[in-house]
């Protein structure tokens, strides 16, 4: 499975961003698709995820009600839309594929890593 992360950017404080992550190469229906962020001298920590085919999400404490993840199944595409963005949002934000039906917020807990995308918050 190849995945291609895009829509980061600058923004200001109280913005939106939507992010996306295109799947290629293999079959994802079933699986666990989910949203990573590591901010510079951190590590990478869970932001979001879903079942892509039942629809089942769970979101970090620090984005819930904010952050909403949602998938294309005809393009078999992964979004993070970010609404109402902090400082402290900013990082380089990573979609993964874990190989299993359930959710799980550890990192090693997926098998798949797309390449990251840049977002920065201004205040």
């Known amino acids: 499975v190849q995945l291609q992360a895009c829509g980061g950017g600058l923004v200001q404080a109280g913005g939106s961003l939507r992010l996306s992550c295109a799947a290629s190469?293999?079959?994802?229906?079933?699986?666990?698709m989910g949203w990573f962020r590591q901010a510079p001298g951190k590590e990478r920590e869970f932001v979001a995820a879903?079942?892509?085919?039942?629809?089942?999400?769970d979101y970090a404490d620090a984005v819930k009600g904010r952050f909403t993840i949602s998938r294309d199944n005809a393009k078999n595409t992964l979004y993070l839309e970010m609404n109402s963005l902090k400082p402290e949002d900013t990082a380089v934000y990573y979609c993964?594929?874990?190989?299993?039906?359930?959710?799980?917020?550890?990192?090693?807990?997926?098998?798949?890593w797309g390449q990251g995308t840049q977002v920065t918050v201004s205040s």
């Open positions: 190469g293999g079959a994802i229906v079933g699986y666990a």
């Open positions: 993964a594929v874990r190989t299993a039906w359930n959710i799980v917020t550890r990192v090693n807990g997926y098998d798949y």
């Open positions: 879903m079942i892509w085919s039942g629809g089942m999400t």
